[in-house]
């Protein structure tokens, strides 16, 4: 998931060790988000950015990058604005998702892995949408591109769409009034119901449903990624495999 659900958290480990999102953007908002939080003036956070980057980002250039970073403040402190107005929260803190019994046994009703797979990250996403915008409204307007990728699946752009058309024909999704427009509603949540599981972390998220539907959903015991096991001697991820790494330490790939 490309979203950063705890911005305060990323703020933190961002300042403590220069950790920084694939996109700086994302990273910069979030620490000019923190700043503002703290209290300080639009220059003073302008210097805290341009001593970060110095010490965190290979070939900055204060100079070059005068216009960027004046830029993201400026939008950032946009966003604070509205969202002050609207009297929301200015920093994203998402910890955790509920998903209940009667959501599960929805999606398990469509007896298609695809479908089923598809539905599960909708509906996380529309409640991951409810707490960034506060409210209960269950729309997903997040690219299909990132859906997909999250789902786990290979599907031709092509067929992305005609997977979201069988959730609306099914009820599970509606399509938004406007012409252009992908975003969906998710008709099928229930928060009313007995938790089954939170969602506590949002990298390959959907394996907890397939862990919920009985598979063998392992954890690499060399990054702690989570992975479908084809048995239960499987203990590395395919990326630690192919480093050629193993509980003792690195081992020579032949």
């Not at 830029?71 to 200015?90: A, G, M, P, Y």
């Not at 920093?91 to 009667?102: G, Q, R, Y």
């Not at 997977?163 to 969906?184: A, H």
């Not at 907890?208 to 991820?237: D, F, H, P, Q």
Request: aromatic residues 10%; hydrophobic residues 35%.
């Amino acid at each position: 998931m490309k979203i950063i659900l705890n911005e305060r958290h990323h703020a933190e480990q961002a300042i403590a060790h220069g950790k920084m999102d694939k996109k700086p953007t994302k990273t910069l908002a979030c620490l000019i988000k923190y700043e503002y939080e703290q209290g300080k003036s639009e220059h003073e956070v302008y210097m805290s950015l341009d001593q970060f980057m110095i010490q965190h980002y290979p070939d900055y250039n204060t100079v070059q990058w005068d216009t960027y970073l004046t830029r993201v403040i400026n939008q950032t402190v946009s966003w604070i604005k509205k969202r002050k107005e609207d009297k929301k929260s200015t920093m994203i803190e998402i910890n955790k998702i509920p998903v209940t019994d009667a959501e599960l046994q929805k999606i398990k009703a469509l007896k298609s892995i695809r479908l089923e797979k598809l539905s599960f990250v909708m509906l996380v996403y529309s409640k991951i949408n409810n707490l960034i915008n506060e409210n209960s409204t269950y729309w997903v307007n997040n690219d299909l591109k990132e859906v997909y990728s999250d789902s786990q699946m290979a599907v031709s752009k092509k067929d992305q769409g005609l997977l979201v058309y069988k959730l609306i024909q099914q009820g599970y999704l509606i399509g938004s009034k406007r012409v252009d427009s992908t975003n969906v509603q998710v008709q099928f949540a229930c928060e009313n119901d007995n938790v089954a599981f939170y969602l506590e972390r949002f990298d390959d998220f959907v394996l907890e449903y397939l862990r919920w539907k009985g598979e063998n959903i392992k954890v690499c015991t060399i990054c702690g990624k989570r992975m479908l096991a084809k048995s239960n001697r499987m203990k590395y991820c395919k990326d630690c495999k192919k480093a050629g790494y193993h509980q003792a330490g690195v081992v020579t790939v032949h």
